[in-house]
């Protein structure tokens, strides 16, 4: 992976970009298990309350090369649902896969 596009933020970072009303007092304040609690109850998260997040990197983005590409109409309109920002969504599931291929392919 290329440490050129790590980014660490801090919260204080991350509340600087916010563009929302979090109210981080509260935030702050709850323990990990009160934020699994809400994480269950709260339908937006249902798929991903059990995902692996234990390798997570946040990626700046580099540079980009546009390109024509043929993807099924279900892949596409999958990650549309996501909300705005889906071809980064798409490269960023294509980069962890290049991730994982390339430490599988190292440990052969």
Known sequence: M?????????????R???RGQTD?????????????????KDP???DLVDFDWS??????PGKKKSISLRLDEDVIEFFKAQGDGYQTR???????????????????
């Open 24 to 40: 981080w007092r509260r935030v702050e304040s709850l323990g990990d298990s009160e934020i699994e609690s809400a994480m269950r």
């Open 55 to 60: 390798d997570a990197v946040i990626m700046t």
């Open 90 to 108: 798409m490269n960023a599931v294509l980069r962890h896969f290049m991730g994982k291929t390339k430490k599988r392919d190292a440990a052969e």
């Open 2 to 14: 290329n440490a050129k596009r790590t980014t660490r933020v801090s919260v204080d970072q991350l």
């Open 44 to 46: 937006d998260w249902a």
């Open 16 to 18: 600087k970009r916010s």
